[in-house]
């Protein structure tokens, strides 16, 4: 019965990206009282590389203090745009186009059928947009995410650059994804999303709208 269930050998994309996404949340009690279903869906998943990094992760969250997770968590993507997971930033910036940007998104959730909690985030925010590629729509949520791709790969190496254990949740999220990771920031910026996004008709991803120096 096991090998009809499974017809093949690699990961579910969507246990990856809905682990992903509470790995991206803010470590509170809730998030924390999850890590043995994180493992434990983890552990039904091939031990490949993005697995392992998340597993790798899961395994901080248990063993780090957690009101040092909490001042990190809020040291690295609130007080600092470099690391920042609302994915609009790293193409429109702070401009009225990205309000445009934001407005599709919301299109998007809602032309899927699929009640999505924003819980006061932005639609954009990544851990928002992993859960809809989890939940309720893969094939949308993935065209997004390659769409998006130069963004992933910067966030992961400004978080590498810092020595933050959350890199290793970006890289499990960008394995997800087609072609090799960038080695540097360089190569990310000259990436293309190969997938037109024509369920939000978002414009082709433009490095001079990247903030050179953010902060």
Request: aromatic share 6%; proline share 8%.
């Amino acid at each position: 019965m096991r090998s009809l269930r499974r017809r093949h050998t690699g990961p579910d994309d969507r246990v990856i990206h809905q682990v992903a996404s509470w790995c991206l949340g803010y470590p509170d009690d809730v998030l924390l009282g999850r890590l043995d279903l994180l493992r434990d869906a983890l552990d039904e998943q091939p031990p490949v590389r993005q697995v392992t990094l998340l597993r790798g992760f899961v395994d901080h969250l248990d063993t780090a203090d957690p009101d040092g997770l909490r001042r990190d968590y809020i040291d690295v993507f609130d007080l600092s745009r470099k690391h920042t997971l609302y994915l609009s930033y790293w193409t429109d910036g702070d401009t009225r186009r990205r309000g445009a940007t934001l407005g599709e998104f919301k299109q998007l959730y809602r032309d899927s059928g699929f009640l999505v909690d924003l819980g006061g985030e932005l639609p954009d925010h990544l851990p928002i947009v992993l859960e809809f590629s989890a939940r309720a729509d893969p094939r949308r949520g993935r065209e997004v995410l390659e769409k998006y791709r130069p963004a992933l790969e910067l966030i992961r190496l400004a978080l590498a650059e810092r020595g933050s254990h959350h890199a290793d949740v970006l890289a499990a999220v960008c394995a997800t994804l087609p072609g090799p990771a960038p080695a540097d920031r360089e190569s990310a910026m000259a990436l293309r999303a190969p997938i037109p996004m024509e369920s939000v008709g978002l414009e082709p991803f433009d490095p001079r709208l990247l903030p050179i120096n953010p902060t």
